[in-house]
């Protein structure tokens, strides 16, 4: 009699539990990578759209990020401020403007709410900064 190789199914459930078990317990390392990298990227794209919306209107506008990941798009033209985006990065987010506030002028220029002078800065994403230059450049690194 020739006996056939293989795997019974109880074996490959068990394979199938110790696999996913390992991931689980490696997912939540992996996961603040993943998620700072990505919301590193957002972060910059909307500081972009912030910078370009400021130049493209000549009206200045805010941009707000709370050390919880919260951030706020407000354009600050004649009146009322205008609630642009909002939303959540998911990370925490540390940065060297006060309170995380940057203000684009309507030059396109990032300065600090009540002055009229640029000012390099960056917000801090895990492993990732997003770096405003003085004349305005934002870079993801």
Do not use: K, W
């Not at 991931?23 to 390392?29: E, Q, T, Y």
């Not at 998911?90 to 030059?107: D, Q």
């Amino acid at each position: 009699m020739c006996r056939e190789r293989g795997v019974t199914l109880i074996e490959l459930i068990l394979t199938l539990v110790l696999i996913s078990s390992a991931c689980a317990l490696a997912f939540p390392a992996l996961r603040g990578v993943f998620f700072a990298s990505s919301a590193a990227g957002t972060l910059t794209l909307l500081l972009r759209e912030a910078q370009a919306v400021a130049r493209a209107n000549s009206v200045p506008v805010e941009v707000v990020v709370a050390a919880d990941g919260h951030y706020t798009v407000r354009t600050l033209g004649p009146g009322e401020p205008i609630c642009r985006r909002r939303g959540l990065l998911g990370v925490s987010v540390a940065s060297n403007y006060p309170g995380g506030t940057l203000i684009f002028t309507e030059a396109g220029l990032p300065v600090l709410p009540g002055s009229a002078s640029p000012r390099a800065g960056r917000f801090v994403l895990g492993r990732h900064s997003v770096v405003i230059q003085l004349g305005g450049c934002i870079r993801c690194r």
